[in-house]
Structures are given as C-alpha cells and as structure tokens.
C-alpha cells in the first residue's frame, strides 16, 4: 500500500515538542498482505467507533478501511458471522481481536488445544462460509503487564498463537489477515520481540499506546518498537493497531499531527483509532478520545487526512 505525500504544517501550533523534519515526495509502496488486497492504495485508516458506530465514523470523520471489534473468547460464532458481514457491507474489513485472558482462558491452555479447538474449529468454518476477508489479532497487547497472569510469558504466548493460526489457516487460511499486535515499549512496557512467533506467521505487525504524557511524541511512543520489529522482520508490513490523541494537555491538535506525521516518516501502512470516551477509573491517562467530541481536533484530523492523500477503501 502506496502512501502519498503528506504536507508539512499539517499539525496546528502548539506547545510541546517538535516532530523530526519531514522530507518531501511519495513514500515507496509498502508489501501488501495478502488479504488485504482488496484495498486500494492509500492510508489504511480503522477505527474502534463510538457511539455512531462505523457509520459515523465514516460521515463524520472519514473512511474507515477497517472496523475493530474485541472478541471474548467462545462468542457464539453466528454472531461473529453477522459482524463480518455487516462490517463489509459497509465496505470495510473486520478486525477481530481475540482477548481469550480476561474471560479465563490463559497462553497455556490455548495451546494445548482441547475444549479451545472446539469453538477455534466452529470460527474457522463460519469464517470460510461468509467468504470475507478479516483480520484476526491473537492476544493484542500480549507483552502488556496487564495482560502478565494471561499470557503466562512469551514461550507459551508464542505456542499458543502458532496453534490458534494453524487451527483457523487451515479452514480460513486464504481470507485471514494475521495481526501480530503488541503494547508499544512506553516507559515501562517490556520489549515485545520476546512474543515474536516468527515471520511466517504474521501478516502485519501492529502495535498499540497513547499520547498519555505531556511529553510524548511520535518517537517516544512508537519509535523504539518500529526500530526492533524492522531489525527482526523487515519485510513485514508495520501499523499502528490502536491510538489516540486527547484533550488532557490542550495540545490535541498537534499530537495528531504528530501521529500523522510519524505513520509518514516511519513508513508505516497505516493507523487504527480508538474512537471512544473512556473515562474510567483507576487509569488516570484515560480521557475522551472521541474526534467528534473536540471539534478542532476533529478538523485537524481530517485536514491531515486530505493532506496525506486517498485512503484506502475495498474494491469494488
């Protein structure tokens, strides 16, 4: 996926730090795995959507190529079938991000097969039968601290993500997008490599953080991972799987530039946001990530959209 040139200035005034320099011209064409060839060349934008779902998103703030929704694990599959259907009619592409931890399943026992396999092998059919293409992201943030009792460390994160892809590659393989997705290092966020499972098995390395700093950019946030996943792969195609910019410092506007501005200068093939109000207690970061919410920042997003040139949409 080719991105096209982005426009210095994109970013309003702001205090805070100032992004590298961005040299002019297009981006060469980054690898395109193979099931999201149905896109169009272009920002790979997604989104997790608020409250006006991904209509809304797609009104207000512009297309979104691909659509997130978090899985529990053992979701009756009729239902996962629906969401991917519905997801594509709407011309985009789900990203479903399977979160086996929190509802009790840990690394380990995934692995092992068994009672998993059942509701793994009922997914992989139900996939097959709606014939669409979708992203599946094992274990997001797997290399998170509070994702530490469920992952149960990387040998066993990394067992279990070969499994769950062998399981689902066999009935759905050609349809899958596999999302390799950690937690950024962010402060104190451990090196994710460890949970590598290996270039074979990943389609697309994604990584997950937020500006929750007064002194977060680009480079802090992200730079230290991009730098490791390119040495260990460096064919990979290389995303970020979920961000976002808030109100918290009152420099939101130039946080997204900087974002923008980063996906550019890294190369990256795209970027997911988390389009929510999250004010929730105890993490005292969270805040209204929603665009709609901040009118400036939602015109400063779609004015880096335009600058950044054609996002990506399904073929027709």
């Given at each position: 996926?080719?991105?096209?040139?982005?426009?210095?200035?994109?970013?309003?005034?702001?205090?805070?730090?100032?992004?590298?320099?961005?040299?002019?011209?297009?981006?060469?064409?980054?690898?395109?795995?193979?099931?999201?060839?149905?896109?169009?060349?272009?920002?790979?934008?997604?989104?997790?959507?608020?409250?006006?779902?991904?209509?809304?998103?797609?009104?207000?703030?512009?297309?979104?190529?691909?659509?997130?929704?978090?899985?529990?694990?053992?979701?009756?599959?009729?239902?996962?079938?629906?969401?991917?259907?519905?997801?594509?009619?709407?011309?985009?592409?789900?990203?479903?991000?399977?979160?086996?931890?929190?509802?009790?399943?840990?690394?380990?026992?995934?692995?092992?097969?068994?009672?998993?396999?059942?509701?793994?092998?009922?997914?992989?059919?139900?996939?097959?039968?709606?014939?669409?293409?979708?992203?599946?992201?094992?274990?997001?943030?797997?290399?998170?601290?509070?994702?530490?009792?469920?992952?149960?460390?990387?040998?066993?994160?990394?067992?279990?993500?070969?499994?769950?892809?062998?399981?689902?590659?066999?009935?759905?393989?050609?349809?899958?997008?596999?999302?390799?997705?950690?937690?950024?290092?962010?402060?104190?966020?451990?090196?994710?490599?460890?949970?590598?499972?290996?270039?074979?098995?990943?389609?697309?390395?994604?990584?997950?953080?937020?500006?929750?700093?007064?002194?977060?950019?680009?480079?802090?946030?992200?730079?230290?991972?991009?730098?490791?996943?390119?040495?260990?792969?460096?064919?990979?195609?290389?995303?970020?799987?979920?961000?976002?910019?808030?109100?918290?410092?009152?420099?939101?506007?130039?946080?997204?530039?900087?974002?923008?501005?980063?996906?550019?200068?890294?190369?990256?093939?795209?970027?997911?946001?988390?389009?929510?109000?999250?004010?929730?207690?105890?993490?005292?970061?969270?805040?209204?990530w929603r665009l709609q919410d901040h009118p400036a920042a939602l015109a400063e997003f779609r004015r880096c959209l335009a600058r950044y040139g054609p996002?990506?949409?399904?073929?027709?």
């Amino acid at each position: 996926m080719a991105g096209a040139i982005l426009a210095a200035g994109c970013a309003a005034p702001a205090p805070g730090p100032s992004p590298a320099p961005r040299s002019p011209g297009p981006l060469p064409a980054a690898p395109v795995p193979r099931a999201l060839r149905p896109f169009t060349p272009g920002l790979l934008l997604g989104a997790y959507p608020g409250a006006g779902g991904l209509r809304g998103f797609d009104r207000q703030v512009g297309h979104a190529a691909l659509a997130v929704s978090y899985v529990r694990w053992g979701t009756p599959v009729a239902e996962l079938a629906a969401l991917v259907a519905a997801t594509a009619r709407q011309s985009a592409e789900a990203v479903l991000e399977l979160e086996p931890g929190a509802y009790g399943h840990d690394a380990s026992q995934i692995a092992a097969g068994g009672s998993s396999d059942a509701w793994l092998g009922q997914l992989g059919l139900v996939l097959a039968s709606v014939g669409r293409p979708v992203a599946i992201s094992f274990f997001p943030e797997m290399n998170g601290p509070w994702h530490a009792r469920w992952s149960e460390g990387p040998a066993s994160y990394v067992l279990a993500y070969r499994h769950v892809h062998r399981v689902l590659s066999r009935l759905a393989g050609t349809l899958i997008t596999w999302f390799w997705q950690c937690a950024a290092i962010h402060r104190d966020t451990p090196d994710p490599l460890p949970w590598w499972p290996g270039r074979r098995w990943v389609d697309v390395a994604a990584m997950d953080s937020y500006y929750y700093y007064q002194d977060d950019d680009f480079t802090r946030v992200f730079g230290a991972t991009i730098r490791l996943i390119r040495e260990r792969a460096p064919t990979v195609p290389v995303m970020i799987g979920e961000t976002a910019a808030g109100p918290l410092f009152r420099r939101q506007a130039w946080e997204i530039g900087d974002i923008f501005a980063g996906v550019r200068r890294y190369r990256l093939i795209g970027l997911i946001w988390f389009d929510q109000d999250q004010h929730k207690p105890p993490y005292q970061f969270h805040q209204d990530w929603r665009l709609q919410d901040h009118p400036a920042a939602l015109a400063e997003f779609r004015r880096c959209l335009a600058r950044y040139g054609p996002l990506a949409r399904l073929r027709s």
